[in-house]
């Protein structure tokens, strides 16, 4: 039960960059942005249509090798599917998947996730928070059955991601239905071949890796906007599943773009600038080598469309990059 619920909050708060950041926006009030989805004033009480054709696909070739990049959320709908033909046929027609991690079969040491995750000199968090952020931590974990016992030793990164976890739970969206997972399940009973792009181990290190004052930063923004995050995620979902529509698409793009543009430059190197270079460099391998087989590569979002983004990078190495849908 450790393991598997921290495996989905570490890739929650790092990949999935719907929410689960350091963001300080509060949700955006759809009745100003003209939308038709029968919104109410009131935030916590919006009612929204999650069956929708939406989605963000491009395609890249190399001679006889096409790779495919959709952005999805990770967490979703049940609602969402069958999605928009352009995907479901870029799917059908790939080989080999790539997705940022195949969480079928990511696993982590509970040993190694909890050396990261505790301090080791004793520091607590009651230390390094402000008496307002810590009193507001303590009792958004009460009402969740938490005591500060199970907590208050661990570091502010490992905190965070189980706010994170919470939040998902409170939200109308499921991991069960993420679209990664959606298609990873599917290649696996089609027998696709599976690629990580990034590894589960990986994404640890960069959560531990940021400094103290960083991680200290982030948890405190986040719980200060804890409240409001569930109803963020699902308008965010809500965009995705009808971005084919302009005003969901722009305003997707700009939710995931302020995650990070309102975060300190080192979270957003990290979480956003490099990763996002790295997978273009392992896609460009891959379209190098001309395999002539097709790809797919599944990541979240704002990968794709958060400068600099993957198929900007790839743009700058010569290749030329279609908006499929």
Same mark, same amino acid.
């Given at each position: 039960?450790?393991?598997?619920? !921290? #495996?989905?909050?570490?890739?929650? $708060?790092?990949?999935?960059?719907?929410?689960?950041?350091? /963001? =300080?926006? &509060?949700?955006? *009030?759809?009745?100003?942005?003209?939308?038709?989805?029968?919104?109410?004033?009131?935030?916590?009480?919006?009612?929204?249509?999650?069956?929708?054709?939406?989605?963000?696909?491009?395609?890249?070739?190399?001679?006889?090798?096409?790779?495919?990049?959709?952005?999805?959320?990770?967490?979703?709908?049940?609602?969402?599917?069958?999605?928009?033909?352009?995907?479901?046929?870029?799917?059908?027609?790939?080989?080999? !998947? #790539?997705?940022?991690?195949?969480? $079928?079969?990511?696993?982590?040491?509970?040993?190694?996730? /909890? =050396?990261? &995750?505790?301090? *080791?000199?004793?520091?607590?968090?009651?230390?390094?928070?402000?008496?307002?952020?810590?009193?507001?931590?303590?009792?958004?974990?009460?009402?969740?059955?938490?005591?500060?016992?199970?907590?208050?030793?661990?570091?502010?990164?490992?905190?965070?991601?189980?706010?994170?976890?919470?939040?998902?739970?409170?939200?109308?969206?499921?991991?069960?239905?993420?679209?990664?997972?959606?298609?990873?399940?599917?290649?696996?009973?089609?027998?696709?071949?599976?690629?990580?792009?990034?590894?589960?181990?990986?994404?640890?290190?960069?959560? &531990?890796?940021?400094?103290?004052?960083?991680?200290?930063?982030?948890?405190?923004?986040?719980?200060?906007?804890?409240?409001?995050?569930?109803?963020?995620?699902?308008?965010?979902?809500?965009?995705?599943?009808?971005?084919?529509?302009?005003?969901?698409?722009?305003?997707?793009?700009?939710?995931?773009?302020?995650?990070?543009?309102?975060?300190?430059?080192?979270?957003?190197?990290?979480?956003?600038?490099?990763?996002?270079?790295?997978?273009?460099?392992?896609?460009?391998?891959?379209?190098?080598?001309?395999?002539?087989?097709?790809?797919?590569?599944?990541?979240?979002?704002?990968?794709?469309?958060?400068?600099?983004?993957?198929?900007?990078?790839?743009?700058?190495?010569?290749?030329?990059?279609?908006?499929?849908?």
């Amino acid at each position: 039960m450790f393991k598997s619920r !921290i #495996l989905f909050s570490s890739t929650a $708060l790092i990949t999935l960059l719907i929410g689960c950041s350091n /963001t =300080e926006q &509060a949700p955006v *009030d759809e009745a100003s942005n003209n939308t038709s989805n029968d919104e109410t004033e009131d935030f916590g009480e919006t009612t929204r249509d999650y069956d929708g054709d939406g989605g963000y696909l491009w395609k890249v070739t190399n001679e006889e090798t096409t790779f495919f990049m959709l952005g999805t959320i990770h967490l979703g709908n049940e609602d969402y599917y069958p999605l928009a033909a352009e995907i479901e046929e870029a799917y059908q027609s790939a080989d080999i !998947i #790539l997705p940022e991690v195949n969480m $079928l079969e990511a696993e982590i040491d509970e040993e190694t996730v /909890t =050396e990261m &995750a505790l301090f *080791d000199d004793g520091t607590t968090l009651d230390q390094l928070l402000s008496e307002e952020a810590y009193a507001d931590l303590v009792a958004i974990f009460e009402e969740n059955g938490i005591t500060t016992e199970d907590f208050n030793g661990y570091k502010p990164w490992f905190v965070e991601s189980l706010l994170s976890d919470i939040v998902n739970e409170e939200s109308k969206q499921s991991n069960l239905y993420g679209v990664d997972l959606h298609f990873l399940q599917r290649a696996v009973e089609d027998n696709k071949e599976i690629i990580e792009l990034e590894s589960i181990e990986t994404q640890y290190e960069i959560l &531990a890796g940021f400094s103290l004052d960083l991680q200290i930063d982030n948890l405190e923004r986040y719980i200060a906007v804890f409240d409001e995050q569930p109803g963020w995620l699902d308008e965010l979902s809500y965009h995705w599943i009808h971005g084919n529509q302009d005003s969901s698409a722009e305003q997707l793009v700009t939710m995931v773009s302020e995650v990070l543009t309102g975060t300190d430059d080192e979270y957003s190197r990290i979480i956003n600038d490099e990763r996002n270079i790295d997978m273009a460099n392992s896609i460009d391998k891959l379209l190098q080598q001309n395999s002539g087989q097709t790809y797919m590569a599944i990541v979240g979002t704002a990968h794709l469309v958060v400068e600099p983004a993957i198929p900007s990078e790839l743009e700058k190495k010569g290749y030329e990059v279609v908006r499929v849908y």
